[in-house]
Nanobody
Framework: QVQLVESGGGLVQPGGSLRLSCAAS????????VGWYRQAPGKQRELVARITSGGRQNYTDSVKGRFTISRDNAKNTVALQMNSLKPEDTAVYYC???????????????WGQGTQVTVSS
């Protein structure tokens, strides 16, 4: 069994920073691409940032220059450093990972439970 657990959300003032972490655990052979998504009330879930197994990153335009995604392959963790936060960044943030687990020939899509980020004064 594989699990993704996010942490690091909370309440922050505009202009502040938060660091989200996603930890994968279980019978993992390899982790391919990992992405951070967010969903604000009444809106569709959107991809915020993504990092490949080789470390290539891409970001949605609204967070470029403010957010940085990184991964530690030895620890099976992915972080999202969020700086210069704005009220419009308020959402539930989800970690998504494409993982090959022990006993499976193919990769599977896994999601974390989500962590709330609220940017407000």
């Amino acid at each position: 069994q594989v699990q993704l657990v996010e942490s690091g959300g909370g309440l922050v003032q505009p202009g502040g920073s938060l660091r989200l972490s996603c930890a994968a655990s279980g019978s993992i052979v390899s982790i391919n691409a990992v992405g951070w998504y967010r969903q604000a009330p009444g809106k569709q879930r959107e991809l915020v940032a993504r990092i490949t197994s080789g470390g290539r990153q891409n970001y949605t335009d609204s967070v470029k220059g403010r957010f940085t995604i990184s991964r530690d392959n030895a620890k099976n963790t992915v972080a999202l450093q969020m700086n210069s936060l704005k009220p419009e960044d308020t959402a539930v943030y989800y970690c998504n990972a494409v993982i090959v687990r022990v006993g499976s020939r193919y990769p599977w899509d896994y999601w974390g439970q989500g962590t709330q980020v609220t940017v407000s004064s």
